[in-house]
């Protein structure tokens, strides 16, 4: 038991075949939490990443037993209870640890198993699961919206020209038609112009330039795209507000901002759906400091503390629209462009943040994670 109960930061002997290198080494190589507990379930042995998991000191830590870590009726507990009474490795997944010390919910992959060689010894390994999985919708979501940019800018250059083209000469055509063969000019027209519209709303993806951000309060964002949606698309729909009055301003685009919204209340109506008189659309605030993710291409960790909910009670999405749910031109709706996800997906991007969707039956929720604004002497701007 010594190697494991005492934790030496020692300069490694050089590297010479994985025999050579101690376990405690790869063990705090490890970027998950890992704990040993013993018998009584006190812990004896934690690594690195279990420090920073929760926030205390190997010291601290070894002190204590496991039912100080977590809330009451964590399931790590009643887990942990289960491989004691098994003798046999258990794993669970999206586990809400229940921390008591934090704000935040941390859902994790749970690892648990004996340690044959130490009586009474359980080793458990925490997997982050949330972050996981959402920095890799962040790049999916990333990676759609760039690729829609690049066919954006070749769509607004090889088709928007030539299209020009195509209508003039059918309006000339038009004017020495005979009258059996105008309305066939006339719908020349008619499709190019469509065309040429799709092209204007795609042509939004190609603009590359940075965002000019400000400090915006985001619950007038979403009470402006409250009062537009129940005048129009919403009327009928129960739209809700459940802010935290505290939060601060995020850095951002007004007008882009009140798009991306806009669109997602859309989305969260038509799903809704006219025949229903009990639809239900929920708009929510809240702040989460303990939310850090990795941008792509870049090593810093940017923390998105500011939560914004969009919630409706339509039917849901399915298993097989969910991770397409983002990229263009994808669309269940019968004159449905499939832009507006997408668009939604680069604006957040844009602002720095991210968007995700958790969906159940008669639950859909739109999660938008941004920054918080940093200078702290500039007051929000009420427009
Ligand atoms: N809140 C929601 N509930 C159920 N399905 C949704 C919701 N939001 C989006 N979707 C699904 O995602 C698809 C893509 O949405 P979007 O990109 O806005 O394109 P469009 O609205 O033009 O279809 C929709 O066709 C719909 O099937
Ligand atoms: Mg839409």
């Known amino acids: 038991m010594a190697r494991l109960e005492t934790k030496e930061r020692r300069t490694p002997p050089p590297f010479s075949g994985i025999a050579s290198i101690a376990p405690d080494i790869l063990l705090h190589a490890l970027p998950h939490p890992v704990l040993v507990l013993r018998q009584d379930d006190r812990i004896t042995y934690v690594n690195f990443a279990a420090e920073v998991f929760f926030g205390m000191s190997e010291n601290v830590l070894r002190r ?8 009451f009726a964590s399931p790590l507990l009643a887990l ?3 491989v004691r009474q098994t003798n046999t490795a258990v794993n669970e997944y999206a586990v809400d640890l229940g921390m008591p010390d934090t704000a935040s919910q941390r859902p994790v992959d749970v690892f648990a198993a004996p340690l044959p060689e130490y009586e009474g010894h359980i080793i458990v390994m925490l ?3 949330s972050m996981a999985q959402m920095i890799e919708r962040q790049l999916t979501h990333r990676g759609a919206a760039r690729s829609v940019s690049g066919m954006a800018a070749v769509l607004a250059h090889e088709i928007k020209n030539p299209l ?4 003039g000469a059918a309006q000339l055509l038009e004017q020495g038609a005979s009258l059996e ?3 066939l000019a006339q719908l020349i027209c008619r499709e190019t112009d469509r065309i040429c519209t799709l092209v204007d709303r795609m042509e939004v993806f190609g603009d ?3 965002l000019k951000l400000e400090p915006v309060n985001i619950h007038t964002v979403l009470d402006h795209v409250r009062q537009l949606a129940l005048n129009g698309f919403g009327r009928g729909i129960v739209i809700s507000q459940n802010y935290d009055p505290s939060l601060p301003p995020v850095p951002g685009n007004r007008d882009k901002l009140i798009q991306a919204f806009l669109n997602l209340v859309k989305n969260a109506a038509e799903a809704i759906g006219p025949g229903r008189n009990d639809g239900q659309i929920m708009l929510s605030t809240a702040f989460r400091p303990g939310l850090r993710i990795s941008l792509p291409n870049s090593e810093t960790r940017v923390s998105l503390p500011l939560e914004i909910t969009v919630t409706d009670n339509g039917p849901g999405i399915s ?4 991770p397409h749910l983002f990229e263009p031109f994808v669309t269940t709706k019968a004159g449905g462009a499939g832009l507006g996800l997408a668009l939604v997906a680069k604006i957040f991007g844009d602002h720095g943040g991210t968007i995700e969707c958790e ?3 008669r639950q859909t929720v739109f999660r938008a994670m941004m920054p918080m604004y940093q200078s702290a002497d500039r007051r929000v701007k009420e427009t």
């Open 181 to 183: 063969d105008r309305p």
């Open 208 to 210: 590359e330039r940075p």
């Open 164 to 167: 020009s083209g195509i209508r």
């Open 64 to 71: 204590r037993k496991a039912e100080a870590l977590v809330a």
């Open 319 to 322: 298993d097989e629209l969910k």
């Open 359 to 361: 969906t159940k039956a």
């Open 127 to 129: 997997q982050q699961r």
């Open 80 to 82: 942990i209870a289960q």
